[in-house]
């Protein structure tokens, strides 16, 4: 139940941001995009987040003990509707990172218009679903100094 | 950007519950449940909920200018993962109804391991996105008194 | 590019049916059900159809070298719109195993409606992906009986 | 029960490409994309199809009666597995115009793999359900002459 809120800091290293098209399959019988599809749009922005530093998932998950990143908490404020046809872009940016999770802040605008806002935070593991650290070079990357006493500092979900 | 943390009442009136299975549609390719199926999860509680008490979504859309309930924010801790074939427990109460919102606290249980909480504020609108007042039968029924003065308090989602 | 049209042998075994209820994360912006749900509840249906034997996915694809039922070839039929807070019957018949494939034969019916019609090609493979043959004590329970000489036939998807 | 197969004519004016990537959200605990997915990601195909066109469908949905393309019947041959990260192109093109029908025939690749085929048939419907017409200006953008003393030759869906 941690609260997961978060203000970017001054030093963000890097904000990134992916445009996606809604298509029929995102919206539902309301006429607008189905509120869970914003969490898959959220979730494709993290994803080209990590890959624009150089990280496919599918490699990191694959590496040795495998690093994969859980959603542990996430939070997501609706303040308009999206429709079919729209053109969003969703940005990426990481707030804070500790031992062994990492706090994201995110949005879907179209234009000016912002549609939905978040703030997620997720955690290591290992692929048996083990905390793992992030490891330094990913720390760096990110923009932070490696931490190397640090303990992994969340629960990771188990099965 | 309203925290919708909510204690439920003493008095809570009711608290719902329906089964979920888990099937390949709701994993992905990590072996456990996709972050976003949580989201569907809970709305089918919040749909069967609102069914039980004797509300069927398509009609209360299409009476007059319609009432659909449109998610304005949404928490999730997600706790433990799911797999495939688990079977799960939606529960779902009401923690708060104010004249044009509903706080609603739900759970994800398989037997006595929690899978995930949320907190979710849904909002009355009508077909086309306004905000609608939530009509004193349906709070009635909430187990709370009609309110008859009170003003419409959420902004809706607009397109 | 098999024709996988069949019509139910004399001697089917079992009809299969589970009930499926329309949830909004099913429909889409044209008011009714997405064209992709059908897909899923179909294999809500054989799920349950193999659960109803006696298989969990879960347990078959764990086992030795594991068994999985990849779609090998699917044919649907959409005759009539289905709606939100419908209440559809999956029915799913076998007709037809070979070494390593099941066809099978499904339809999505709400009342005396025929909502869509389908005709599904799974092939047995492990969890590698290597074809496998469907072992003697499954087509038995399907009421074949076992096919020892049998060579696979079924090109499975390799990745 | 119509049989969906087509070759492309000769005369074919126009093969259309998209780039689609797979996410988490496309695939499943089988490791691989979610058969249900590739129903998605062809659905994409004939949207950026028609927008190439330039045709938006939310335009064409909400001029006079509207025109939606329902999908009346689907074959899919899934050839190889998909998987996370992978960037597939879908490739759509019609093979044949009815009054109110459109053949289309589309595959996803992966490179020089392909990953599967479809056969597609779309009908005209308003937006109350009703058949309607494919537009001599939509049947010319195809490469098609105006029909104009063609019936509709299309059960449409019905609820």
Do not use: N
Request: charged letters at 25%; hydrophobic letters at 45%; one cysteine or more.
């Amino acid at each position: 139940m941690d609260d997961a809120r978060c203000d970017l800091a001054e030093g963000v290293v890097f904000e990134h941001a992916i445009p996606v098209r809604v298509y029929w399959e995102d919206t539902d019988a309301g006429g607008i995009v189905y509120h869970a599809s914003h969490v898959r749009f959220f979730e494709r922005g993290r994803t080209e987040f990590l890959r624009a530093l150089g990280f496919a998932q599918a490699d990191l998950a694959a590496d040795g003990p495998g690093l994969l990143f859980a959603v542990r908490r996430l939070e997501i404020d609706y303040l308009k509707a999206a429709k079919l046809d729209d053109l969003i872009t969703v940005t990426t940016s990481v707030c804070d990172i500790g031992g062994a999770r990492l706090t994201m802040k995110q949005t879907l605008t179209r234009g000016d218009d912002v549609i939905a806002t978040a703030v997620v935070i997720v955690v290591g593991i290992t692929r048996e679903g083990r905390a793992r650290r992030i490891p330094d070079h990913v720390r760096t990357l990110f923009g932070h100094p490696p931490a190397p006493s640090e303990q992994a500092d969340a629960a990771p979900p188990k099965a």
